[in-house]
């Protein structure tokens, strides 16, 4: 399998997620990283027009929190090697589209096993981690 040349570490504004981009830098030293800050709508509702709203917001905490993050990690080389994408909706839709899209080799990210069953699973809903696997075509890491 050859290296990539492309890695995505999505941010979802959780705890240890520079543990995956520092995790993609180091384990990836020749790639182009992305690191893609997604934005949850508080409301997920569609406008008449189908175009799900705005809020912007919720956009800018996320780049800052990306930016803080991308700080973190302390890697002198990092912010040459890593180029920041906001992006808004849902992060198992999000994450994987944008995958597809733009080509991504490997993606990277802080997750957690969903060991939830019965009805609390159908409840609470799969992990995003989970959800990002299974809908995305090229290889996930995922650092618990």
Same mark, same amino acid.
Do not use: C, N, W
């Given at each position: ?80 090697? +890593? *180029?920041?994408?906001?992006?808004? =909706?849902?992060?198992? !839709? /999000? @994450?994987? &589209?944008?995958? #597809?899209?733009?080509? %991504? ?14 009805? +609390? *699973?159908?409840?609470?809903?799969? =992990?995003?981690?989970? !959800? /990002? @696997?299974? &809908?995305?075509? #090229?290889?996930?890491? %995922?650092?618990?």
């Amino acid at each position: 399998m050859l290296a990539p040349d492309h890695v995505l570490v999505p941010t979802f504004g959780r705890p240890r997620e520079d543990q995956a981009l520092a995790y993609a830098l180091e384990t990836f030293p020749d790639a182009d990283v992305t690191l893609l800050a997604v934005a949850t709508p508080l409301d997920a509702t569609m406008s008449e027009g189908g175009i799900l709203e705005r809020d912007d917001e919720r956009t800018t905490q996320a780049r800052q929190r990306a930016t803080t993050l991308l700080e973190a990690v302390g890697e002198p080389t990092a912010s040459e090697r +890593v *180029r920041l994408e906001v992006a808004e =909706g849902r992060p198992g !839709t /999000v @994450v994987p &589209r944008y995958a #597809s899209e733009e080509d %991504v080799d490997h993606v990277v990210l802080y997750g957690h096993r969903s060991d939830t069953k019965g009805f +609390v *699973r159908r409840f609470l809903g799969r =992990g995003i981690a989970s !959800t /990002v @696997v299974e &809908r995305t075509s #090229s290889p996930v890491t %995922v650092l618990e």
